[in-house]
T-cell receptor, first 109, second 113 residues
Framework: EDQVTQSPEALRLQEGESSSLNCSYT??????LFWYRQDPGKGPEFLFT???AGEEKEKERLKATLTKKESFLHITAPKPEDSATYLC??????????FGQGTRLTINP | NAGVTQTPKFRILKIGQSMTLQCAQD?????MYWYRQDPGMGLKLIYY???????DKGEVPNGYNVSRSTTEDFPLRLELAAPSQTSVYFC????????????FGPGTRLTVL
């Protein structure tokens, strides 16, 4: 059974304080690992897809990396507007997305 | 394009009542999905469809039904609502294969009392 575990559950940072969110996964035949951002009361918003170990993608202050067992979402010099819940999901051989429980990130000014 | 739209935004049901959650997309996407999200939890797949007339169960289908008569619409039916169905429901779509990015609607917050 495909599984995704995200850590930490919640993270508070000061503006400008860089950090990383972790997504550990077990999947039968990884076809893609997805990162989404979710603001309160809204649907998830797509950030990145990673397909194979060693792949990296960047968008503004965010950088996602992938190994065979986990993915990291690195946040560099975050701003208050980066506050959100970040969701990780994997797509395996069953061809259905399996989501982690999310990391709730708060950036204090 | 409006993307993925969902109605209603909020709804309160009494135990045993029925209702239909509406989902529509104007991107001509073949694949559509229904998820539920409980507090502090990830999204769980209820049902999905790979095209008009084709639907299949996800991880948590009990208590729900779906139909897909057109490419654009994918309604979710709740029969005999129970408190365990209190949740936020999200509809999503993607262009043509399961590997494609899924685009999500704004969600419907349902409370069953």
């Amino acid at each position: 059974e495909d599984q995704v575990t995200q850590s930490p559950e919640a993270l508070r940072l000061q503006e400008g304080e860089s950090s990383s969110l972790n997504c550990s996964y077990t999947v039968s035949g990884l076809r893609g690992l997805f990162w989404y951002r979710q603001d309160p009361g809204k649907g998830p918003e797509f950030l990145f897809t990673l397909y194979s170990a060693g792949e990296e993608k960047e968008k503004e202050r965010l950088k996602a990396t992938l190994t065979k067992k986990e993915s990291f979402l690195h946040i560099t010099a975050p701003k208050p507007e980066d506050s959100a819940t970040y969701l990780c999901a994997v797509l395996g051989g069953a061809q259905k997305l399996v989501f982690g429980q999310g990391t709730r990130l708060t950036i204090n000014p | 394009n409006a993307g993925v739209t969902q109605t209603p935004k909020f709804r309160i049901l009494k135990i045993g009542q029925s209702m239909t959650l509406q989902c529509a997309q104007d991107m001509n996407h073949n694949y559509m999905y229904w998820y539920r999200q409980d507090p502090g939890m990830g999204l769980k797949l209820i049902y999905y469809s790979v095209g008009a007339g084709i639907t299949d169960k996800g991880e948590v289908p009990n208590g729900y039904n779906v139909s897909r008569s057109t490419t654009e619409d994918f309604p979710l039916r709740l029969e005999l609502a129970a408190p365990s169905q209190t949740s936020v429901y999200f509809c999503a779509s993607n262009p043509g294969t399961s590997v494609d990015t899924q685009y999500f609607g704004p969600g419907t917050r349902l409370t069953v009392l």
